[in-house]
């Protein structure tokens, strides 16, 4: 007699929000007054610079992780690139957002990148096969562009979606012109208009993010967490697409567009590890999607063993950075 199915369903998603809610209130509680330094904009100020109050800027990134979880889910549920109802992509990210308190006690660029990295998928996954994917292109470039102005990291984020764009068999020279005039049109318009003065433009602060704010054995915790993401990100992805070469070809050219945004986000890491957090709500975006791919590729049995012990293990190294961290000097 087969295994009773066991999904995580409902009350799993309400536990892991429960968890990352949690985190994110208990950082707020410890460290408030924390903010990483750095001038990352290309002509604007960069998010971790807003004089936002910090209680207003810990609701607006709570809000903004869930909107991601939420926005992920929902974008499966339109272009079903995960075969499974359930909901283990938002509950896998809310939890490993929250187990980062760089990520999730204020607004960050790390948190903007990944909601507009979500708008260019939910773009671009309408594209497969279109014989015209000029204003998706141009809509794609444009939101990187602007985001550009504030916070470099960005513009990487624009390499995924040329070679998604090629797997999905919508790209071709109107869509890369498309593309490059979507980058280019919020710097022409913006200093055209006078709304960008031509002095704002600055080689962005390549320094240490973390001289000054954090502990060495506390960097080495995040190092480390970051690291066992990237590791089990990467087996599970090449583990996943066995089953994802020999099914359906959209569903295949929509997931390997994902890893191939995950693949530039760990690139980035490594070659720009001083801004590395600026990838890392992703990152994490990424590595969500390989945990749901594997519970509903495999057909596994006890889908919350596979969520409950990564979730497990991150609220380890989120207590681990939070106990090194100490309190804001």
């Not at 272009?79 to 990520?103: D, E, K, Y």
């Not at 031509?198 to 995040?222: C, G, H, M, Q, R």
């Not at 087996?235 to 997931?255: D, E, F, H, Q, T």
Request: hydrophobic share 55%.
């Amino acid at each position: 007699m087969s295994t009773q199915y066991r999904g995580i369903g409902k009350t799993g998603l309400v536990i892991a929000a429960m968890v990352m809610l949690a985190m994110t209130a208990i950082t707020f509680m410890l460290r408030p007054s924390e903010r990483i330094t750095g001038e990352l904009g290309i002509c604007l100020p960069s998010p971790n610079t807003w004089n936002i109050p910090p209680i207003s800027s810990w609701m607006i990134n709570t809000v903004l992780l869930g909107a991601i979880a939420a926005g992920g889910f929902f974008l499966n549920r339109t272009h079903n690139f995960i075969r499974s109802t359930q909901p283990v992509l938002p509950a896998m990210f809310l939890v490993l957002a929250g187990s980062n308190p760089w990520l999730n006690y204020y607004l960050s660029s790390s948190t903007l990148i990944c909601v507009v990295n979500l708008l260019a998928l939910s773009i671009l996954f309408g594209e497969y096969k279109s014989h015209n994917a000029t204003q998706a292109m141009f809509a794609i470039g444009t939101f990187f562009s602007v985001g550009s102005m504030f916070q470099y990291a960005f513009l990487p984020m624009t390499v995924a979606y040329i070679v998604g764009a090629i797997m999905m068999k919508a790209f071709r020279i109107k869509e890369f012109l498309a593309l490059c005039m979507g980058l280019v049109a919020p710097y022409w318009v913006g200093v055209g208009l006078g709304l960008i003065h031509p002095d704002w433009f600055t080689v962005p602060e390549f320094t240490n993010l973390f001289s000054d704010f954090a502990k060495a054995s506390e960097i080495v915790v995040l190092a480390v967490s970051v690291g066992v993401a990237i590791f089990c990100g990467a087996l599970l992805a090449l583990n996943n697409s066995i089953k994802l070469y020999a099914g359906n070809s959209r569903v295949n050219a929509l997931n390997m567009t994902i890893t191939i945004l995950g693949v530039v986000c760990v690139v980035c890491i490594f070659v720009d590890f001083s801004n590395m957090l600026a990838y890392l709500g992703t990152l994490y975006f990424t590595v969500s999607v390989q945990v749901a791919n594997l519970c509903a590729l495999w057909h596994m049995r006890r889908e919350w063993i596979a969520v409950a012990v990564p979730a497990f293990v991150y609220v380890i190294f989120f207590i681990l950075m939070i106990v090194n961290g100490g309190s804001p000097g």
